[in-house]
């Protein structure tokens, strides 16, 4: 009997696999029509979008040509290269037609129709107009065509096979479109569209399970971001005109932005018009709060403290000053500084471990850096200094122990 029900769901499980892989892997007609020549303001428009969906961010490899692909995108089931998109014919998208492009940002399939994995984030994209999409791929056609073959993917089986992907998409894909809001002011309802669409903000702003699928990833409640360690806080409920200053300039009164924002900053925010940097600060903002993530806030040696505030006075307080205040407006302040106080701590052992440089922007060309401790510190040292700057002068987080530093190094 048992036996019997065993085997009959795992028959209804094989059916409904099947099914929804057919569905996945089934082709589509009428991807061969050709569009007419664009218009040279369609082509800028396509620019300007390419710029808010940051496509040469991961379509570039460091010092290669813009576009051209080859970056690894690292993720916890292996790493995922992102393809050649200028207009080459035998290794670029020279051979794609409008139609077949935006059935990629739609529905997450390439020209031959194989499905493409998330790490493209078609997730977000699939909220994209027709009519922004088709001047995405008029921009990416004036892109001068380079010759450069894509790189095979290295995951590990099984997320290796179309199957698994195809089972990923049913659990966690529904092709779909930006609806506005009409209770909402147009400003809102523009910055939702490019926030949830074309941003692709949920890729680290919101948390992830363990197949890799955006929990709620409306709310932006904050995420981690898996291989590399940083923490993409929650947004909503803060501060829209300190946003809008972070992802404009790279700074704010309070500190700049670091790690992988530094990077969406430089490519992406900072080239867009400022109308809509407020319009996606003002949205963002307006989230719900995400409930504050309670720690328990183990008690902390004094000696430890103690040890830290040796440390930062000593390598620290030059540039961010005797108690945390900043200087100068050119290093940012620790005390009070919201980042710093994270319930999370990657960031900060991120920015001790490596220093870094705020992005240069059109409204701070040149920022001033930090250099990195990794050799100087050792892991007990800079727990100790990190716990002292999210203790002391007023900050209230909870300290950081040798071994998460060991987990971010
Ligand atoms: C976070 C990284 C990331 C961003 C941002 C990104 N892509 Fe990609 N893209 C990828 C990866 C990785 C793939 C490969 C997916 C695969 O092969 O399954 C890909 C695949 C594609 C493909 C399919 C190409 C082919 O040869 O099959 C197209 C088209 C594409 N991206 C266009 C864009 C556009 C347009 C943008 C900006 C609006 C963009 N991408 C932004 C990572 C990214
Ligand atoms: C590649 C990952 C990534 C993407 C994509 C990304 N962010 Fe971030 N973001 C981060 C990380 C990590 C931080 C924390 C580091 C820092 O404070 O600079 C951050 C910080 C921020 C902050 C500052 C939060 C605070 O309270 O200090 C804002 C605002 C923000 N992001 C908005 C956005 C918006 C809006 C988008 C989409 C247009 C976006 N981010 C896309 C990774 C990302
Ligand atoms: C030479 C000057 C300098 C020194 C020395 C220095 N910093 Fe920094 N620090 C900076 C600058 C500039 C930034 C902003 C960098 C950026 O935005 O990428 C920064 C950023 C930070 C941040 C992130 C703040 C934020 O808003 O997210 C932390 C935390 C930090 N420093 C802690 C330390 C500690 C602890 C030490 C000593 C072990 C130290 N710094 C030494 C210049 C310095």
Redesign the pocket.
């Known amino acids: 009997m048992i036996k019997r029900i065993v085997s009959i769901v795992l028959a209804l499980l094989v059916a409904t696999v099947a099914l929804v892989a057919w569905l996945n892997l089934r082709g589509e007609d009428g991807l061969d029509s050709p569009s007419p020549a664009p218009t040279a303001d369609t082509v800028a428009r396509g620019a300007y979008?390419?710029r808010?969906?940051?496509?040469m961010?991961?379509?570039t490899t460091q010092g290669g040509a813009e576009y051209a692909g080859g970056r690894g995108?690292d993720t916890p089931f292996g790493t995922?290269?992102?393809?050649?998109?200028t207009p080459d014919e035998a290794t670029g998208?020279g051979r794609?037609t409008e139609p077949e492009?935006w059935r990629?940002?739609h529905n997450g399939r390439?020209?031959d129709g194989?499905?493409?994995?998330p790490?493209?984030?078609y997730t977000n994209?699939t909220q994209?107009s027709r009519a922004d999409s088709a001047a995405?791929y008029a921009f990416?056609r004036s892109l001068p065509p380079v010759s450069q073959a894509?790189r095979p993917?290295e995951l590990r089986f099984p997320y290796d096979s179309q199957l698994s992907l195809a089972v990923w998409r049913a659990l966690y894909f529904r092709p779909g479109s930006f609806e506005p809001d009409p209770r909402q002011a147009a400003d809102w309802n523009r910055g939702a569209y490019l926030v949830r669409g074309?941003g692709?903000c949920s890729?680290c702003h919101a948390e992830r399970d363990a197949l890799g699928g955006s929990v709620d990833e409306l709310r932006l409640a904050g995420g981690l971001i898996p291989v590399q360690n940083w923490y993409a806080p929650g947004v909503g409920g803060g501060d829209p005109a300190r946003f809008a200053a972070l992802m404009k300039d790279g700074v704010s009164k309070h500190g700049s932005v670091m790690g992988p924002m530094a990077e969406v900053v430089y490519l992406s925010s900072s080239h867009l018009e400022g109308s809509d940097v407020q319009a996606m600060a003002r949205y963002v903002a307006s989230l719900e709060p995400a409930e504050p993530v309670k720690r328990k806030s183990k008690g902390i040696d004094a000696s430890v403290l103690d040890l830290g505030q040796r440390i930062y006075d000593k390598h620290c307080a030059d540039c961010h000053g005797a108690h945390g205040e900043g200087r100068d407006g050119i290093y940012p302040p620790l005390a009070g500084n919201p980042s710093v106080q994270l319930s999370a701590a990657q960031n900060t052992v991120q920015a001790i471990l490596h220093g870094g440089f705020a992005p240069a922007t059109p409204g701070n060309p040149r920022p001033a850096g930090m250099p990195p401790f990794t050799h100087a510190l050792d892991e007990a040292e800079i727990a100790a200094v990190a716990s002292f700057v999210r203790q002391a002068w007023g900050n209230s987080a909870p300290p950081v122990s040798a071994l998460e530093v060991m987990r971010v190094r």
């Open positions: 979008l390419a808010a969906g940051n496509c961010g991961c379509h995108i995922v290269f992102a393809p050649n998109l998208l794609w492009f990629a940002m390439a020209k194989r499905l493409l994995y790490a493209f984030p994209f994209v995405i990416l894509n993917h074309l692709h890729a």
